[in-house]
């Protein structure tokens, strides 16, 4: 690498004239600068970097997974970013706590003069989310409805393109139903795992009919809870079932998909399927990392304002609490942890196919 031929000044290269002297207080135009009023534009700001950060590395692997072939060596680089946006998640989640040092009368104190203004608004947030996979289907009514009302036109422009354009999900979802790893050599794995959830589930359901500690009522509703499980279970193995069940928003990922998820994380422990294990918990745990934000950030707004409407005009703390939930991404995830088995339940694999998963020096 060359050398630089003219000398650098920390300042300059930051351009810390720019960024220090971009806070300036709404409050000072009415009377009075509100003292926390510059903790509340630092936050924002800060938080405002690191949504950059996050999409320059979401991007890169976006970029990454939409080759028409991945080179496998390419996903330890995929993995990396995955993590260093978990670790930048952590931070943007204690940041919360920074602004919590400010007092709900304090923050009264120029609120209002922020009004219509709001989180609502911040492009790089909307971006980050339609860029992981929550685009407007998979929203909340409320968002379906506000997602592109209080922005600028050429704000619009650049999100609808976006929305167009697959994301993360979509482009992980294609590349695990992709993997030809389900059969291998005669070796059939679901016809083994069918046998072995069936077992487990009619064990599951002898527990519940013989457990005398249960009312009426309970038995009831445990045997149900048990049905749903059941038919789960079942849309692993019959497609149509699966895509009803999809249909209704039980699943997102691609029957493919799921099959390919549930396999890998049965066996993270084989060689092949270890950076795929690792891309899909960092994943997990991005879309918890988010969640976990989503809901500090609630518990901040309803301590701040209680009930009160927020300055974009939502229902302020009702409209966080119901997006922590609703606004998830990576869930299916999550819920492959239904479809697990113990590994004593598990089918051995065969030599050859061990042999297939794992690496060989001769």
């Known amino acids: 690498m060359k050398r630089n031929d003219t000398p650098v000044y920390y300042g300059d290269y930051l351009q810390l004239d720019k960024i220090l002297g971009a806070q300036a207080f709404q409050s000072e135009k009415y009377g009075e600068p509100a003292h926390d009023e510059m903790l509340f534009i630092i936050v924002h700001q800060v938080y405002e970097l690191w949504f950059k950060q996050v999409l320059h590395e979401l991007n890169a692997i976006i970029d990454t997974f939409s080759q028409k072939r991945m080179p496998d060596d390419e996903l330890i680089g995929v993995v990396h970013r995955l993590h260093r946006i978990i670790q930048i998640q952590q931070l943007m989640n204690d940041q919360i706590s920074v602004m919590e040092t400010m007092t709900p009368q304090q923050f009264l104190s120029f609120r209002d003069y922020l009004v219509p203004a709001s989180g609502f ?138 099959l390919a998820t549930l396999f890998i ?62 606004n998830r991404i990576f869930v299916d995830f999550f819920n492959t942890a239904t479809f697990l088995l113990p590994k004593d339940m598990l089918p051995p694999l065969p030599e050859q196919v061990k042999h297939y998963f794992g690496f060989h020096y001769s």
Not at 124 to 151: P, T
Not at 310 to 320: I, P, Q
């Open 265 to 326: 994380k049965q066996y993270p422990e084989e060689p092949i399927f270890n950076l795929p294990f690792q891309l899909i918990t960092a994943l997990t745990e991005i879309d918890e990392k988010l969640t976990i934000w989503r809901y500090r950030h609630a518990m901040m707004v309803q301590r701040m304002l209680g009930t009160k409407i927020g300055t974009g005009g939502s229902s302020g703390h009702h409209y966080l609490k119901k997006t922590t939930e609703s």
């Open 121 to 258: 608004q911040s492009i790089q947030f909307k971006r980050l989310e339609i860029s992981l996979g929550l685009k407007r289907e998979y929203r909340i009514d409320f968002d379906k409805q506000s997602f592109f009302n209080r922005l600028t036109y050429k704000d619009r422009e650049l999100l609808e393109a976006l929305e167009n354009k697959a994301s993360l999900f979509e482009l992980v979802d294609q590349w695990l139903a992709r993997m030809p790893l389900l059969e291998k050599d005669e070796f059939a794995f679901w016809q083994h795992y069918k046998s072995a959830a069936d077992d487990l589930l009619a064990s599951d359901k002898k527990i519940i009919s013989e457990n005398d500690t249960l009312s009426d009522k309970e038995k009831a509703q445990e045997l149900k809870d048990w049905q749903g499980t059941r038919d789960n279970f079942d849309a692993l193995f019959d497609k149509h079932k699966y895509e009803a069940l999809r249909k209704d928003g039980v699943f997102r990922l691609s029957h493919e998909a799921m």
